[in-house]
């Protein structure tokens, strides 16, 4: 009896830990690039096996419309803009998206890069999260992380005029205001800027920062 209990047990957590689970296929991914890097990008990951793949333009600003009153640069404020973007093209697809910006790049084997990022889409599901952290550089950094529709038509609509989009978000997973995760550390190289399983190529990749991580006047 003793162990038909434990195995009805098993299966009850297998079937939950399953329900949900998802496929390459299913995971849509959507990147802040310009058309040219763009190309190169959907050629990366339809190799991988990703084939929901779409872009978001990058926004430059010559001239603040947007804050009456702002303490970011205008960088950051076209930073905000893209991301907030990406947030209603998760809302129009109606399922949880992973946003990477065009400098993303990794270090583990392929296969095991797609492996993890089927494990964290599924996580991400399973613990009904608002933001997973795919790559981050403390509590600051945007260019990788999955997201749904439901954080993303309640964080879009913020105030981003007093801080940039990273740190505000952070900032809301730090009070638990969203439920948030950060991805542990999955390699790294002298050529890469960030943590977690996807990082910044800040050295062909220039944009916001440079290599030596110096703001630059423009985003991308």
């Given at each position: 009896l003793i162990i038909l209990v434990g195995l009805l047990i098993y299966f009850q957590e297998f079937q939950s830990e399953s329900f949900n689970l998802v496929s390459l296929d299913d995971?849509?991914?959507i990147i802040i690039s310009n058309s040219q890097k763009f190309?190169?990008?959907k050629r990366r990951l339809n190799q991988l096996g990703f084939k929901k793949i779409y872009r978001v333009e990058p926004v430059y600003l010559s001239m603040d419309k947007i804050c009456?009153?702002?303490k970011v640069g205008l960088s950051e404020l076209g930073c905000i803009e893209a991301h907030?973007?990406?947030?209603?093209?998760?809302?129009?697809?109606?399922?949880?998206?992973?946003?990477?910006?065009e400098d993303w790049d990794y270090t583990i084997s392929?296969?095991?890069?797609?492996?993890?990022?089927?494990?964290?889409?599924?996580?991400?599901?399973?613990?009904?999260?608002?933001v997973l952290w795919l790559g981050h550089c403390g509590d600051a950094c945007m260019h990788a992380y999955i997201i749904g529709p439901k954080c993303s038509n309640q964080i879009i609509s913020l105030n981003y005029c007093d801080s940039p989009v990273d740190l505000k978000l952070y900032r809301l997973c730090k009070l638990k205001t969203l439920?948030?995760?950060?991805?542990?550390?999955e390699g790294h190289s002298k050529?890469?800027?960030?943590?977690?399983?996807i990082f910044q190529d800040r050295k062909n990749n220039v944009g916001m920062h440079d290599h030596n991580n110096s703001r630059t006047s423009m985003w991308y």
């Open positions: 995971i849509p991914i190309k190169e990008s009456s009153k702002r907030k973007n990406c947030f209603r093209k998760v809302s129009e697809l109606k399922v949880p998206c992973v946003i990477l910006e392929s296969y095991d890069f797609r492996k993890k990022i089927i494990d964290y889409y599924n996580y991400y599901i399973s613990k009904s999260l608002d439920k948030c995760y950060k991805v542990g550390n050529n890469h800027f960030g943590s977690g399983l």
